[in-house]
């Protein structure tokens, strides 16, 4: 049987591995030596679970949207993420990786942020800890997401501008691998998304699988079956729909549906479609698809949604994308926000417009009566309002 | 013989000089060759531009963005190259991130280094391991020697496997650091370079990163088979213009 899982080399199919320059590689091989060790141990996942609970407020709610599934003639679950302490899914790799640092003896932590809800989400981690934080921050980004800036200081983070290339979260991660470079031995780098080089992608979709497991698990009390048909996410980079398909990956009975960001239309040159614009290369240490020139200049995506303009896309999903075990749809900004306006006013629930390209899929595709759909609701709103006010004229 | 492998049999003290292709102006590659060459520098790296040089400091950023700004590509590099050969005999080295080697294709990249007249390759992403496995058949082929990077941190089973697969020399990393010229070096520094020293490997050594002036120029030979500079040229030619380039390789080796 076909595996969607990594494999032992570090790669899911023809993507994955660690293509970094030889000053990182004495992280990567401490990291890959390490993670599965530690993070398999009884005293790790004591202490993880523990935090998930009691800090986080897992588990997370599955939620059957009854307004929501009599529009659609369907049933409609959501895995309500959004209800995360900070405001999404970010934290649960956060958390993870936090004590994993802390068992390597790591002094310091570094993290990139686009939107800055990694950012906080780190921040927040390293408050806990008590240990010190440098979140890279695209400049551009710093001046459009204020509250987000204002909030990893609060937190006690130091927010440090990226000024390099196009200024967003593709540098804002260049910088960061920069910082780690020049900090080899004291830092640990929390990647944000299941990008980079392995064991990352592994590594935080590891700890973003509780998602899906507590899916299964709450399905199965719900409607005495731990199999829904369909698994749907919004995928930038692909932490949120990696964590919600990770136990159903190698169950071809259930349907992945991964959502990307069209953008202003995936031909208009302003979009983050990966798997439609993108091609294959090397984005960050990892082989994927990412957005490139045909010189293979990395080139900037746009999407109304911070969290999911990333030139690339993780590993897993550039597999399940070329192995055709996962569907994929462009959502446009139009689409996403009418659909957080709709989930607000159906539901009660107001999403991160990353969350909302998700839903979008309910009029791009055809659902059974009987059919049991799970949709990552995989972040709240609150940190979108100035958007949606300036967008709905509010 | 290839012409890597034969200066460092013949020269000592080697000075390489790295330079961004495309900057300041898109048409000064084979001008800044020349400057270099007459100005007796014994190799030459000419960096292919990327957008994201994860490994670059600010300076080689910065030249780089202008390169491709200005509308530097690879294909053009190799077109420019075409006269390589008719201008200069010293060893010519192409530095370059993975990612825009892999687009064009590494054969055809192999091959266009060929015929161009380049000596070899230090593509910085692309691991010894992955090299070994897909790639080196390739690089054979077409007569192109491979060089690898070790840092401070290198242990010294992997040095030895770099050594290994390295072919024309070993580019010392001299520090936790992305490049960028500094003024001096430190203890560690210089027990890390003696450290490496003693492991008596097969390929000969050249410190980079961190090198700009008489100072660390002197200190690198003396460790080894001499120094990698490129911040300090690119600022240098930035403020002083191509022409100076003379000046400044004086400077350093005076």
């Known amino acids: 049987m076909e595996n969607f899982n990594i494999n032992k080399d570090g790669f899911y199919g023809d993507f994955g591995g660690a293509f970094i320059p030889e000053m990182l590689q004495p992280n990567i091989d401490e ?52 209800l995360c302490h900070t405001g999404a899914h970010k934290i649960n790799n956060t958390i993870g990786q936090i004590i994993l640092a802390k068992k390597l003896g790591k002094k310091r932590i570094i993290a990139e942020t686009g939107a800055g809800q990694h950012g906080v989400a780190t921040a927040t981690v390293c408050a806990l ?40 979260l593709k540098d804002a991660t260049n910088e960061a691998i920069r910082d780690w470079i020049a900090n080899p031995i004291d830092t640990h780098y929390i990647i944000g998304s299941v990008v980079g080089p392995h064991p990352y992608p592994d590594m935080v979709a590891r700890f973003q699988s509780v998602i899906g497991y507590e899916t299964k698990k709450q399905l199965l009390e719900m409607e005495q079956t731990d199999k829904p048909t369909h698994v749907i996410a919004c995928v930038g980079g692909g932490s949120n729909a990696a964590g919600l398909f990770y136990p159903f990956l190698n169950d071809l009975d259930v349907e992945i549906v991964c959502v990307e960001a069209a953008g202003k239309g995936v031909n208009s040159g302003e979009s983050a479609a990966t798997s439609i614009l993108g091609t294959e290369g090397i984005i960050h240490g990892s082989k994927t698809l990412l957005m490139q020139t045909q010189d293979g200049q990395i080139t900037e995506p746009y999407s109304i949604s911070a969290g999911l303009d ?40 107001i999403p991160a417009i990353e969350t909302s390209h998700a839903f979008a899929v309910l009029e791009k595709m055809d659902f059974n009566r009987d059919d049991i759909i799970i949709f990552n609701c995989s972040g709240r709103g609150d940190k979108d309002l100035d958007t949606y006010i300036n967008y709905f004229k509010l | ?56 400091g600010p300076t080689i950023q910065k030249s780089s963005e202008i390169a491709l700004k200005n509308g ?33 294709g590494f054969e055809k990249f192999c091959r266009r280094c060929k015929n161009v007249g380049i000596d070899g390759l230090i593509v910085p992403d692309l691991p010894v391991e992955i090299y070994q496995k897909d790639y080196i058949k390739i690089t054979e082929k077409f007569g192109l020697n491979m060089m690898f990077l070790i840092t401070p941190q290198t ?38 370079f003696k450290r490496i020293n003693k492991m008596k490997l097969s390929n000969p050594l050249l410190i980079g990163f961190g090198i700009g002036n008489n100072n660390t120029y002197k200190t690198a030979c003396k460790y080894s088979s001499g120094a990698i500079i490129g911040s300090a040229f690119i600022k240098h030619i930035k403020r002083n213009g191509v022409k100076s380039t003379k000046d400044f390789i004086s400077e350093i080796t005076e």
């Open chain 2, 155 to 192: 242990s010294n089973e992997r040095i030895y496997k770099i050594d290994k697969f390295s072919n024309g020399f070993i580019y010392m990393v001299s520090s936790y650091s992305v490049t960028g010229a500094k003024n001096s070096f430190d203890e560690y520094q210089i027990d890390y």
């Open chain 1, 31 to 82: 990291l890959q030596k390490n993670y599965l060790k530690i993070t398999e141990s009884t005293d790790f996942k004591k202490e993880f679970n523990k935090l998930l609970t009691d800090y986080v407020g897992r588990p997370t709610p599955l939620y059957f949207a009854k307004r929501l599934s009599n529009k659609y003639k369907t049933k409609i679950y959501l895995k309500r993420e959004d």
């Open chain 2, 1 to 56: 013989m290839n012409r890597i492998n034969q200066v460092f049999k013949n020269s000592k003290d080697i000075l390489s000089i790295y330079f961004t292709s495309g900057f300041p102006k898109l048409d000064d590659t084979l001008e800044i060759i020349k400057e270099l060459d007459n100005s007796n520098v014994q190799m030459i790296e000419i960096g292919l531009p990327f957008s994201d040089p994860l490994a670059d």
């Open chain 1, 310 to 349: 990333y030139p690339g896309i993780g590993p897993m999903h550039a597999n399940l994308f070329k192995s055709n075990r996962g569907k994929f749809i462009s959502i446009d900004d139009d689409d996403a926000m009418k659909w957080g306006l709709m989930l607000s006013q159906i539901e009660g629930i």
């Open chain 2, 72 to 104: 530097m590509t690879t294909d053009l590099l190799f077109k420019q190259l075409n006269g390589l050969r008719a201008i200069t005999d010293i060893p010519v080295v192409i530095m370059g991130y993975f990612n825009p080697i892999l687009q064009y």
């Open chain 1, 129 to 168: 800890m008590g240990i010190e934080c440098v979140v890279y921050m695209g400049e551009i980004d710093i001046s459009r997401q204020a509250p987000n800036v204002a909030r990893m200081k609060m937190l006690g983070a130091k927010v440090r501008s990226a000024t390099s290339g196009s200024r967003t």
